[in-house]
């Protein structure tokens, strides 16, 4: 369980800063701006929620914090330094589990070891992974033949494995059923509080970025801005009817524009 | 838990223990009698001309029906013997409408024992066509196809090389490679260099097009997860680009298959003076169809167990596919 803790501490986590970026997409010869100057710093070992209507541009922040495009403007620094393309420390997870269908699911957690060339000295840590997330029975089957939960929390193993030091999340938990779904908040929580990686989870589901964040980051609708940082000092494990969290909850729906529809 | 476990375990075992059927013991053993009925009709009833192999050829159907009963008997003719019986019932028909009855017009239509003459004493020759056809088609159509799928994953993967090569293709990819027939007899040395060229030109087409369609079509998701993995350009095209593009990979290369035979067979009829379609041009110009109806028997064989091949290779390489679409 704890195997892959073994960096829980000071250089587990990553210091993320987003320094005025701004970012624009053509599209038919139309210059559409998805985020303006937008600001913000994660410290190493936060759980940061980015909390906003969907489409509103959260999902290219975290492109451009993985490294897979390059801003318009503005600057992205983990720990100090540019950030100027992928790097296996920072490991995305996205909405769909996008696993590789051709591989069976020990090989598709095998895939960053394998292509950093570290596989054949690590082996057993795919195991622990698998393990970790609950799959080591599911090692030889195809992605085929997993469930959504089950393809994700592959996913998820497939990203621990390299012991990310920023864990970005993009709404992994969106396509899931709800029960699977309540499930792997907290299991992804325990990840995150064993393992002391940095977290940066972006959903739109109010409820889902108070249970799981340290901080949530309120983004208005397309071109993003900030409008607001809430930070959300409740011990782990959070209930849905903490009176805090459901003040929280109000606030948080008021500034999304939709705190008469609670 | 683990008591229930077993005794569920133990109803699904004895599901197949339910008596097997005598149906197909019963199928199979009259198949084999339908082949011991032909044998005797063909060996009793007198030839209206003369043939050489008649006794031959009534031996042979003794033999199939005896090998029929055998494995019926030993439950090897589960699937097999409607299609044993049916085929009895044809060989009677055929032999009937042409040994015995003389129906159809001489020389057109030879009968079974006209083919069996001719494996029986030409087959040296019909050999060495074999060996010639399959040499030349399969490395023509393994060249081709290398050289069409390292074309095609080069071609979707580089815009570059995209930009140069897309338009060369365009022109004369739809091109079929039986109009190079004259231009490559006079430009290759020899006629076996300038047919193992056309087939491999049949080859390249179809799978250099559904290998770079198929390249270019890889969900860019599976690019962006490997590469925050870590995965350098040389990763992305063997270990990402190229298994994804597989299944289309394998439909050219059918498609090419099919193309090789034809242009196999054209080019041996027009200037190579060897193989399968040389010997059925060869055959026909003498008026010997026994022969040519023995070549074209041969031919279907090689190109269906080449297909059957194919087939394999596809289900060994592409079984991860299997629960995803049916085949």
């Known amino acids: 369980m704890v195997a892959l803790a073994h960096k829980a501490d000071d250089e587990a986590g990553l210091g993320l800063a987003v320094r005025n ?15 303006d100057n937008v600001s913000f710093s994660v410290e190493p070992g936060e759980f940061v929620a980015l909390l906003g209507p969907s489409g509103c541009g959260k999902s290219t922040l975290l492109r451009l914090v993985a490294g897979l495009e390059p801003p318009c403007g ?24 996008t696993l590789y269908p051709w591989r069976t699911v020990w090989d598709n957690v095998a895939l960053g070891l394998e292509a950093q060339g570290l596989l054949k000295q690590n082996r057993a840590r795919v195991d622990e992974a698998l393990a970790l997330v609950g799959l080591s029975g599911f090692a030889k089957a195809y992605p085929h033949q997993l469930s959504g939960g089950m393809a994700q929390r592959a996913a998820l193993a497939r990203a621990l494995v390299n012991d990310p030091r920023l864990l970005v999340l993009d709404e992994p938990l969106g396509k899931l059923d709800s029960l699977t779904r309540i499930a792997m908040q907290g299991e992804i929580v325990r990840l995150w509080q064993s393992a002391g990686f940095t977290a940066l989870l ?10 799981m964040a340290t901080r949530v980051i309120v983004f208005s609708e ?41 | 838990m683990a008591a229930i476990e077993g005794a569920a375990g133990e109803e699904a075992g004895a599901l197949p223990k339910e008596a097997p059927s005598l149906r197909p013991v019963i199928g199979g053993l009259s198949a084999a009698a339908a082949w011991f009925a032909v044998a005797a009709l063909t060996s009793a009833w007198p030839d209206a001309e003369e043939w050489e192999r008649t006794g031959e050829l009534a031996s042979l159907l003794a033999v199939v029906g005896g090998g029929l009963a055998l494995a019926s008997l030993l439950r090897r003719a589960q699937r097999a013997w409607p299609w044993m019986l049916a085929l009895a019932l044809g060989v009677a028909a055929w032999e009937v ?7 159809l017009p001489r020389p057109f239509f030879a009968p079974p024992q ?14 060495e066509c074999v060996l010639h056809s399959a040499w030349l088609l399969i490395s023509g159509y393994l060249l081709g196809s ?47 260099s300038a047919s193992t060229f056309l087939v491999a030109l049949a080859a390249f087409f179809p799978v250099t097009i559904l290998t770079l369609s198929g390249v270019a079509g890889v969900n860019s998701a ?30 050219g290369l059918f498609m090419g298959l099919g193309g090789s035979f034809a242009v196999l067979v054209v080019a041996e009829m027009l200037g190579v003076k060897a193989g399968l379609g040389w010997y059925i041009q060869w055959a026909q110009g003498w008026a010997a169809y026994g022969n040519m109806y023995a070549a074209l028997l041969v031919m279907a064989l090689l190109c269906s167990g080449l297909v059957a091949l194919l087939f394999r290779i596809r289900d060994h390489l592409l079984a991860w596919q299997k629960g995803l679409l049916r085949w």
């Open chain 2, 114 to 127: 006209g083919l069996l003459e001719v494996y029986l004493d030409d087959w040296p020759r019909l050999a």
């Open chain 1, 74 to 97: 503005g600057s992205l620094l983990a720990d100090g330094r540019p950030i100027d393309g992928p790097h296996p420390s920072r490991v995305v997870v996205f909405q769909d589990p």
């Open chain 2, 222 to 251: 599976f690019y962006d997860i490997a590469r925050t993995l870590g995965a350098n350009k040389r990763f992305l095209v063997l270990k990402v680009a190229i298994p994804a593009t597989m299944p289309h990979v394998f439909v």
């Open chain 2, 97 to 103: 409408a042409t040994a015995k009855l003389n129906l």
């Open chain 2, 146 to 192: 290398a050289a069409g799928f390292i074309t095609g994953v080069a071609v979707g993967w580089s815009r570059a090389v995209g930009y140069w090569v897309n338009p060369v293709l365009r022109l004369i990819g739809p091109l079929p490679a039986t109009a190079w027939l004259p231009l490559a007899f006079f430009a290759f040395p020899s006629s076996a």
């Open chain 1, 202 to 211: 972006v959903t739109h589901d109010v409820e889902e970025a108070l249970l």
């Open chain 1, 222 to 262: 397309r071109p993003a801005r900030i409008t607001a940082e809430i930070p959300i000092d409740r011990p782990y494990p959070r209930h849905r009817d903490d009176p805090v969290l459901v003040d929280l909850r109000h606030k948080v729906l008021d500034l999304l524009g939709m705190g008469s529809s609670w």
């Open chain 1, 21 to 35: 970026v701004s970012h624009a997409f053509e599209l038919h010869g139309q210059t559409l701006p998805v985020l």
